[in-house]
């Protein structure tokens, strides 16, 4: 999926929403494949967990994963958008919606998908 954001990333001018859809879910499933590393999903599986990015940042930060502990501004955007009433999936009756800018979101979202990556092997 990451790919897929880097091709959105990478096009004149960058489709905000689909751009802003894919980074949210390579996010998520960033942060949700270390805090299951143990193979024990239980703590995601609150409702008020599911897709709150913002949530999913703090418990990987809190179980150690190398990242700051306040998440940067486009990762909190994006949690806006991603969880309920999931204004990217289902927009009706929004007449606005602020999505992060490609960069340096595009390249921040690689870097914390790396660091996942080594700290899970």
Request: aromatic share 8%.
């Amino acid at each position: 999926m990451m790919l897929g954001v880097k091709v959105l990333a990478a096009a004149s001018p960058p489709p905000a929403l689909a751009l802003a859809l894919v980074a949210a879910h390579v996010l998520e499933c960033s942060l949700k494949s270390y805090l299951s590393r143990d193979r024990s999903d239980a703590a995601l599986k609150d409702p008020n967990v599911y897709h709150d990015l913002n949530a999913l940042w703090a418990m990987s930060f809190a179980q150690g994963l190398g990242i700051s502990e306040s998440p940067p501004i486009w990762a909190d955007y994006l949690s806006g958008l991603h969880k309920s009433p999931y204004y990217l999936r289902y927009s009706t009756g929004v007449h606005g919606i602020v999505s992060p800018s490609a960069e340096p979101m595009t390249s921040e979202l690689a870097a914390l998908l790396d660091t996942v990556g080594k700290q899970l092997k």
